[in-house]
């Protein structure tokens, strides 16, 4: 089995998702950003962890986490595992059911 389609597509996921957390991190660490101003406690721990660890580490687990978040649901969806379906999309369907669901104004009342 060839896998290179498959390892080119995780290092670009990989730079995707560390390019948007870069760009997310740089929001909520400006001066006067909504993070800092609601969740303090919340930046004031990032910090510490940035401080200990380095902006490039976190970043990368950060990123690392994300992608296996992302790959179990979308085996999940596959395998049919979910009630509806949160990364794929359902034959004939261009987005996941979750957002197409989400925007007709139906939510599962078992979550809320």
Request: proline content about 1%; cysteine-free.
């Amino acid at each position: 089995m060839d896998t290179n389609a498959l390892k080119r597509f995780a290092q670009e996921a990989r730079q995707s998702l560390r390019q948007s957390i870069q760009t997310k991190l740089a929001v909520v660490l400006a001066e006067d950003s909504l993070a800092r101003r609601e969740s303090q406690r919340a930046v004031r721990q990032l910090e510490t962890q940035l401080r200990a660890d380095g902006e490039d580490r976190v970043v990368e687990q950060v990123a690392y986490t994300w992608f296996n978040r992302f790959t179990a649901l979308q085996f999940m969806d596959m395998k049919d595992y979910n009630r509806v379906r949160v990364i794929a999309a359902a034959e004939g369907k261009t987005r996941p059911e979750v957002l197409a669901d989400a925007s007709a104004g139906v939510f599962d009342q078992a979550i809320i």
